[in-house]
């Protein structure tokens, strides 16, 4: 009676590791997932903010500031390149199902 009682006390410890487990694994793709939409909207307001000065300079430097539209230009696509590929870095780091992403009124039978 006692082995059985050690070995369902087991059985539960191990399914209970497993849960945990498996809570831990679904924040990790919750947490990868908010971040692949908060950091690239984040990566492209840092990179306006930083080409908007440049541009207003540009802009009172009249026919010299050509460099500075140049610049600001360059920031503005680095801080897209930046935001796309922490996008990409980010949902693949989500681990997001394949049949999740189509969405659940993608299906055809969702109407029935």
Known sequence: MAAENASEGSDDLKKTEELLREVLRANNR???AVR??????TRLLAGFLIALPL???GLLMGSDGGFLFFISALVLVA???W???DQLRETKLSEIPDNARKGPYRSSNWRR
Do not use: E, Y
């Open 79 to 81: 801080a897209a390149i």
């Open 55 to 57: 541009f207003g300079l």
């Open 83 to 85: 935001a796309i590929v």
């Open 36 to 41: 692949a939409i908060v950091l690239p909207s």
């Open 30 to 32: 919750t947490n990868h």
